[in-house]
């Protein structure tokens, strides 16, 4: 989630040997066109990214239905929108589209995914493959500025989220001084991020994990969202982070707003599992903030 330009996205998919699958996505057509074109320079197959705000990338069954459009699986959810029409990619998608108009129910699949009990999960998957056969390695993710749009995700699609949040910023230099943020901007950023990660939390399986990144200094923004999500999810927990370079949290709260406003950090234990950079500290980086949590059963 929030994944241009893509660095992050690359990252990942590198660690992965360039197997599976990435969904980098971003609300902004543009940014998904750098992801797009990273991936292709970097010759990464196994990123696709979609246009999609992240605030609705969650879809439910029920929101589905009531348009009348049954879903199959997850590729049919992120439609090629804009550009040229004609390409093999689309016209795939669209007779999935189709097939799907036709009154059956849909069933709740292992791993999130919707079949109408006929058609098998794979079948799915061999259909990527032969279109990855077809246009050749690459090909299909920068094809004269293409950009597929996402109608988002069915619960627990996921087996894990980076929700590296859009943020003040103010671990980046040169704005670190740069005076442009509030107290009243900052507390906007953090409700805007807790919004965010409720999507994040509904979009990975029990059993995943969810890493939530800033590249701020800003509590708020950091172990302020932590707190919210512990207390907010009794089945999250955080885990310890591999590679630890970065320092620990900060402990307890801080009043804002003259005493009006208690903003809660982190117990002692807590603030041992994330991670923060301090750009003052003789590691010399830029202001960064690493969050890594497990997810257990949900209750639902
Ligand atoms: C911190 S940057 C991400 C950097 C990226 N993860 C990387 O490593 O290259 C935040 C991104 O969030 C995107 N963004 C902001 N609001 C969004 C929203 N509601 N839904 C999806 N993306 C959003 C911005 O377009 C921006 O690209």
Redesign the pocket.
Known sequence: ?????????T?IAILMKDKGEVVA????HN?VLD?MKLATEMGLTCINAYK??????VCQVKEILDVGVEILDLEVLNPVVTGTVGSPNEEMKNNDMTKCRNGTKLMQTENGRKTDGKMQLNQSEDRLKAVHKRNGPGRNHCMGGRVRTSKGYFPNSFDRV?L????S?LGLRPRLFAGEETLMSLTHHAK?QRR?FDRAVQLVRPGGVIVY???TINPGENEALVRYALDKYEFLSLAAQDPRIGGPGLVGQCDLFDGKFVEEWLTESEAELVQRFDPSSTLDTIGFFIAKFNVGQKEI
Do not use: E, Q, V
């Open positions: 989630m929030c994944a241009a330009p893509g660095g992050k996205t990252a996505c971003d609300r902004s940014k992801i999609l705000d992240a605030l609705k990338s980076l590296d949040a859009p943020c910023a805007y965010m990144s800033t590249c």
